[in-house]
C-alpha cells in the first residue's frame, strides 16, 4: 500500500507532504486499498448536511449497576463499549472502523498511522485538536495508560492484544506499539481500535473527595472524548445520553453527518417479552431488528403497522459471517468425547424446524464463518492442505477424507437414522439405556443436559431438540434466567450448553480467534471462549491465520481453523440470515442509501421534525 504522508493538524484541511520510510497513512487496510482517499470529507452513505436534534428511544434487556464496562464485575450500562473492544458513545479510539468495507480503519485519535513492510510495530501520530469533554487535550500518556490498565485488568482485552508488548511515548504526539511477532497484518489496525481513557480523570478523586479505582464498578458518571456523554442514569432502568455540542471531531470524515440526535435513552425491560410489547406500543424503541423471522411473519400486524406509522424493512448484509449454535461445555466431562457431541448434532432436527417454524427462510449453518468466503467447502487441497499436513495426526482424520456435512433430517425416515447413528455413537462412548434414561456404565450416573437461556421464548425454539434428545434418553431440560443471571453464569461457565448463542466473525479474522477459542483462554473467566477449547491442533491454526502472509494464505488458513473445529464437534450449528429485518416508526430522516457492507448505520439517521409531529398526533 503506498499513501501519503498527511501533514494536517485538522480533519477540515489535510495537506500532503513527501513520505518518509516508512510512510504515514491516513488508514489501515488488511485487504488492500482503502476506499477513501486521503482528504475525503466524509462517508459517501451520509447526509453531510443532516439536521441535529431530537431522540432516539432504545431498549435494553435486563439490567445494569456499573458505568465501569472495563471490569468482569458488575453489568454495564448500554452505550459503554462493554462485550466489545471499541469506544461506544462515550470513549474515542485512535482508528476508526470503517463502515462501508471491511478490515479498514480510519484516522480519529490519530491523524495519522505508520508500520514497517514486516509489521513488527505501529506507531500513532496523535491529532494536536483531540480533547476530553472538560477541554483537556487527550494526549500519549493517555494512550499509554489505557492500554496498559486494559490489557492488566479485562480479559477481553488482554488476549485480544496478546501480541502487543509494549507501547511507548515516542515523541510529542507519538505512540508507538511494538509487537512479540512480526507479520501480523491484522496488528496496526486493531491497536487503534481499543477505548482510550482519561488518565487524569481516572487517578483524580471524584467530588466527595474519594480516589477513583477503574479496578472496580462505579456509579459515577465517567468523562469521555466522544460524540455523546452521560446526561442521567437511573440504575437499573434507563441511561440518557446527550449529544456533545463542541465534540471534538464532529467535522472527521468518518464522523460527518453521523450522530446526529441530540439524545439517546435506552430503557431496560426485564426480557423480550416485554421487549417486543414495549415496541408495538411506542415512544420507548424506535427501531427494532427482529431475530425471529416467526415473529416478522405472523406478529407484525398490530394497529401501528396497519396505519403506517411502522415500517418493516430489509436491509442486506455482507459484513460478517457467523456461528450460531448450541455451545457445548467442553470443560463438563460429559462432553469430553466427541462421540457424545456429535450424538447430539445427529439429534438435531432442522428440517423440521425450519418447515414448522422458520417458513424455509433460515440457512443452516455448516461453518464457523458462514456466508463468507472463509467457510470451508469439498476436501482440503493447495495451500489448505499444506497447512493441515502439519497438524495431522492431531486432528479427526475425516478432516482430509470427508467434507463436512450437517446431518439432514429432511424425512421421518432420515431422522430415525440419524437418530440410529446417535444412539450408536453413545454406545460406543460408553452409555446404554437403563428404564429409559441414558446411562454411563462406569459411574451409573445419568446423562442429563441442561440449556441456559435468557429469555422465555428461548424454548419455543429449543423445545423441539430435547424432545429428540430424550427420545434417546437424555434427560434435557432448559433453565431460563434473567440477563444479569445470565451474564454471571456464562462469566463463570456454569452451564451445561447455551442455548441461542452467536460469535460474529469479520472478513478479515484474526487475534479474536484466540479469544474465541484459544486453549490460553479456556478457562480465563469473562472471556468468550465458551466452549472451553484446549486443543494444541487448534492453536497452530489459530496463529496461522494470525500470521497470514496474504490475502489467500488468510482464506486458507482460516478454511483449515474451520474445518477442524467443524470436526471436533464443538457446536450444534443452528441457522442463520444474510438479511437484517428491521421496523422502525416512521420518525427518520434517512440518506438516500445505506452502507451495505454492514446493512444499516442508524446513526446516519436523523429526526424529521414534521414525521415526528404527525406521527405525536396520531398515536397520543
Not at 65 to 76: A, E, I, K, R, W
Not at 137 to 146: C, G, K, L, Q, R
Not at 371 to 377: F, I, V
Not at 520 to 549: F, Q
Amino acid at each position: 500500500m503506498s499513501l501519503a504522508l498527511l501533514a494536517a493538524t485538522s480533519f477540515g484541511a489535510l495537506q500532503i507532504a513527501h513520505a518518509t520510510e516508512p510512510e504515514w497513512r491516513h488508514a489501515t487496510s488488511a485487504l488492500g486499498e482503502p476506499k477513501y482517499k486521503a482528504g475525503f470529507k466524509h462517508y459517501d452513505f451520509v447526509n453531510p448536511d443532516a439536521p441535529k436534534g431530537g431522540t432516539l428511544n432504545l431498549i435494553a434487556q435486563g439490567t445494569f449497576d456499573s458505568l465501569n464496562p472495563f471490569v468482569v464485575q458488575g453489568t454495564s450500562a448500554a452505550g459503554l463499549p462493554g462485550g466489545t473492544i471499541m469506544g461506544g458513545h462515550l470513549y474515542d479510539t485512535l482508528l476508526d472502523r470503517a463502515l462501508d468495507e471491511p478490515a479498514t480503519n480510519y484516522g480519529l485519535i490519530a491523524e495519522a498511522v505508520s508500520y514497517p513492510d514486516d509489521f513488527s510495530w505501529t506507531k500513532f501520530r496523535l491529532n494536536p485538536a483531540a480533547k476530553w469533554h472538560d477541554g483537556q487535550p487527550i494526549t500519549a500518556d493517555d494512550v499509554i495508560w489505557s492500554f496498559n490498565v486494559l490489557k492488566e485488568q479485562s480479559p477481553l482485552y488482554n488476549k485480544y492484544y496478546h501480541d502487543v508488548t509494549k507501547a511507548e511515548k515516542t515523541g510529542d504526539r507519538e505512540v508507538t506499539f511494538t509487537f512479540a511477532v512480526s507479520g501480523n497484518r491484522e496488528l496496526p489496525s486493531i491497536i487503534g481500535e481499543y477505548p482510550i481513557l482519561p488518565k487524569h480523570w481516572w487517578e483524580g478523586t471524584d467530588k466527595n473527595g474519594n480516589k477513583r479505582d477503574i479496578t472496580k464498578p462505579t456509579s459515577e458518571i465517567p468523562l469521555g472524548s466522544g460524540p455523546y456523554k452521560i446526561e442521567n442514569v437511573a440504575f437499573g432502568k434507563t441511561i440518557t445520553w446527550v449529544r456533545v455540542p463542541d465534540y471534538w471531531a464532529k467535522d472527521a470524515p468518518t464522523v460527518l453527518g453521523r450522530n446526529n440526535f441530540e439524545r439517546i435513552r435506552y430503557e431496560y425491560f426485564r426480557d423480550g417479552n416485554a421487549s417486543w410489547e414495549a415496541f408495538k406500543k411506542g415512544g420507548f424503541q424506535d427501531f427494532r431488528g427482529e431475530p425471529s423471522i416467526g415473529r416478522w411473519t405472523r406478529e407484525y400486524d398490530f394497529p401501528a403497522i396497519v396505519r403506517g406509522d411502522v415500517i418493516k424493512t430489509i436491509f442486506p448484509t455482507r459484513s460478517s459471517g457467523r456461528m450460531q449454535g448450541f455451545l457445548l461445555n467442553n470443560r463438563r466431562d460429559k462432553f469430553k468425547d466427541i462421540r457424545v457431541r456429535q450424538a447430539l448434532n445427529l439429534a438435531f432436527d432442522f428440517e423440521t424446524m425450519s418447515k414448522n417454524m422458520f417458513f424455509g427462510e433460515y440457512k443452516r449453518i455448516n461453518s464457523y464463518f458462514s456466508g463468507t468466503e472463509l467457510a470451508a467447502s469439498g476436501l482440503p487441497q493447495g495451500k489448505e492442505l499444506e497447512i493441515l499436513q502439519a497438524v495431522k495426526g492431531e486432528v479427526p482424520e475425516e478432516v482430509f477424507t470427508q467434507e463436512f456435512k450437517n446431518p439432514v433430517s429432511d424425512t421421518p425416515q432420515a431422522l430415525r437414522e440419524n437418530l440410529r447413528k446417535a444412539v450408536g455413537l453413545l454406545r460406543d462412548a460408553g452409555y446404554e439405556q437403563q428404564n429409559g434414561k441414558l446411562v454411563n456404565t462406569k459411574t451409573g450416573q445419568p446423562l442429563t443436559i441442561e440449556f441456559l437461556g435468557d429469555d422465555p421464548r428461548d424454548e419455543r425454539t429449543i423445545g423441539p431438540f430435547m424432545a429428540s434428545l430424550r427420545k434417546l434418553g437424555i434427560d434435557a431440560q432448559i433453565r431460563a434466567v434473567d440477563s444479569a443471571q445470565y451474564a454471571e453464569r456464562v462469566n463463570d461457565f456454569d452451564y451445561d450448553v447455551l442455548a441461542i448463542m452467536g460469535i460474529g466473525q469479520t472478513l478479515s479474522p484474526g487475534n479474536e480467534q484466540r479469544e474465541f477459542w484459544g486453549s490460553a483462554n479456556a478457562n480465563v473467566k469473562g472471556g468468550r471462549n465458551y466452549m472451553g477449547i484446549k486443543n494444541p491442533a487448534i492453536d497452530k491454526l489459530i496463529d496461522k491465520v494470525i500470521l497470514a502472509k496474504d490475502r489467500d494464505e488468510l482464506v486458507a488458513a482460516t478454511r483449515a481453523l474451520d474445518r477442524v473445529l467443524l470436526w471436533n464437534y464443538y457446536v450444534v450449528p443452528q441457522w442463520y440470515d444474510d438479511r437484517a429485518r428491521v421496523a422502525y416508526w416512521n420518525k427518520f430522516g434517512m440518506p438516500e442509501k445505506q452502507p451495505d457492507y454492514i446493512g444499516m448505520d442508524p446513526f446516519s439517521w436523523w429526526i424529521d421534525t414534521a414525521k415526528e409531529q404527525s406521527l405525536k398526533a396520531r398515536t397520543q
